[in-house]
């Protein structure tokens, strides 16, 4: 797959309604701005080609992510995609199927968990917010989150922006109940 550009966008939160946090809660996003091979092109059922792409453009992508998480270990992720005008909004979809999520799971070490995505058509200039939540247990409310993501120039009409996203802890100051993340083992029903 064609990739024009690859950026990173990293984001250290320090402080919340006026406590510091023991650990900073770091978010790390990487895009990777692709050719979309069928843009402008009529309807197609098989869209496979994208979803077997998004393995090589996923590994390029998550070891980027894992390397300015560093020195943090990702426990949270979430991913995304934007396709240009010239395209559906499934040719995003089909790079974000279980082949890229099983990537974006190896390169942290494991996870479990259903990873939260967001896809829609888009024009360069746009905002879009990725969900985060526990790679381990959906059901962790205190790493329910998210990241904004500026796509600056990206995607071109005939271009995908394939987005992921990790983060090192759940929000500061959390404190609406729920499963901690210490409970995660040995409760069911969670992923």
């Known amino acids: 797959m064609q990739i024009r550009k690859i950026f990173t966008q990293i984001e250290d939160i320090h402080s919340e309604a006026g406590r510091d946090a023991d650990t900073p809660l770091r978010k790390v996003a990487v895009v990777a701005v692709v050719k979309n091979p069928f843009a402008g092109q009529p309807y197609r059922e098989d869209l496979s080609d994208l979803t077997e792409a998004s393995a090589a453009v996923g590994r390029e992508i998550t070891a980027r992510a894992v390397e ?6 990702a426990v949270s992720y979430g991913k995304g995609g934007v396709v240009g005008l010239a395209g559906e909004q499934e040719h995003a ?3 974000l199927t279980t082949v890229y999520g099983n990537v974006m799971r190896e390169a942290i070490g494991g996870g479990i968990a259903w990873i939260s995505s967001y896809t829609k058509r888009g024009a360069p200039g ?3 917010q990725i969900p985060l939540a526990h790679k381990d247990a959906l059901y962790v409310r205190s790493h329910y989150d998210g990241m904004e ?3 600056s120039d990206a995607p071109l009409p005939d271009e995908i922006a394939i987005i992921c996203v990790y983060a090192n802890r759940g ?4 404190r609406v109940g729920g499963i901690a993340e210490g409970e995660i083992e040995g409760v069911d029903g969670l992923r």
């Not at 300015?68 to 270990?73: I, L, S, V």
């Not at 929000?171 to 959390?174: G, I, P, S, Y």
């Open 68 to 73: 300015a998480m560093a020195p943090h270990q």
């Open 93 to 95: 979809v089909a790079m």
């Open 126 to 128: 746009d905002v879009v």
């Open 149 to 151: 993501v500026f796509l």
């Open 171 to 174: 929000r500061l100051n959390a």
